[in-house]
């Protein structure tokens, strides 16, 4: 049972990413959600035809992007839906709050991981109370504001982790992931412009 699962969650993030890019595409000549979630299917077929050194375009991406974390395979499932039906979840309160939590802690990881930073900030995953004291602290907010979605995701990720269900042994692996990173700051670039677009133009006083 676990070997499935585990075999289905290495091919989740690639698999959810093909169908969500060609559904998009698909999206700029069509709103109409079936021709999107064709589209999205017919491109989940092709990359699993289109070969490359005797190997699949599919099988490349799925061992290019490793296994995503609870809140990262939501984020992208997420994405899925929006590129089949066209509709945005950026005006969402609790996708505004999940993604911007995903930004600040992938710019507290990723830089220090890859030597940006003195501190290693990885290793927070592996001991001490830090990093546990600060989901804590972001499931309780959750949970106040009711933010249902984002407090299940981080519940999975931190039971993942206690039960040794993943590859890793670090707690960071369980509640982020590279992809969800660049998908979350792609989404607040995205919130960001039409935060911009929307900001009222003051008009000059009319001189009577």
């Not at 290495?10 to 060609?22: E, G, K, V, W, Y």
């Not at 830090?130 to 299940?152: K, N, S, T």
Request: aromatic share 12%; net charge positive; glycine share 10%.
């Amino acid at each position: 049972m676990m070997a499935n699962i585990g075999f289905l969650l290495d091919r989740a993030s690639a698999t959810l990413l093909i169908f969500a890019a060609f559904a998009a595409l698909t999206g700029i000549a069509t709103m109409k959600p079936a021709a999107r979630i064709g589209a999205g299917l017919i491109g989940l077929i092709l990359t699993a035809c289109v070969t490359i050194s005797g190997r699949s375009l599919f099988d490349w991406l799925v061992s290019a992007i490793e296994r995503p974390s609870a809140p990262g395979l939501l984020l992208m499932i997420v994405f899925a839906i929006s590129a089949a039906t066209g509709r945005s979840y950026q005006s969402v309160p609790e996708f505004r709050f999940g993604t911007a939590v995903l930004v600040l802690a992938g710019f507290v990881l990723y830089p220090a991981a890859i030597g940006f930073l003195n501190y290693d900030t990885y290793i927070l995953g592996y001991s001490g109370y830090l990093l546990p004291l600060l989901l804590a602290a972001i499931l309780g907010y959750a949970i106040y504001r009711r933010y249902v979605l984002v407090a299940l995701v981080l519940n999975i990720g931190i039971l993942g982790f206690l039960l040794s269900a993943g590859r890793s042994l670090n707690l960071w692996d369980y509640v982020i992931d590279p992809v969800a990173w660049f998908l979350a700051i792609g989404s607040w670039v995205a919130i960001a412009i039409n935060l911009l677009k929307r900001k009222p133009v003051a008009t000059p006083a009319l001189v009577g």
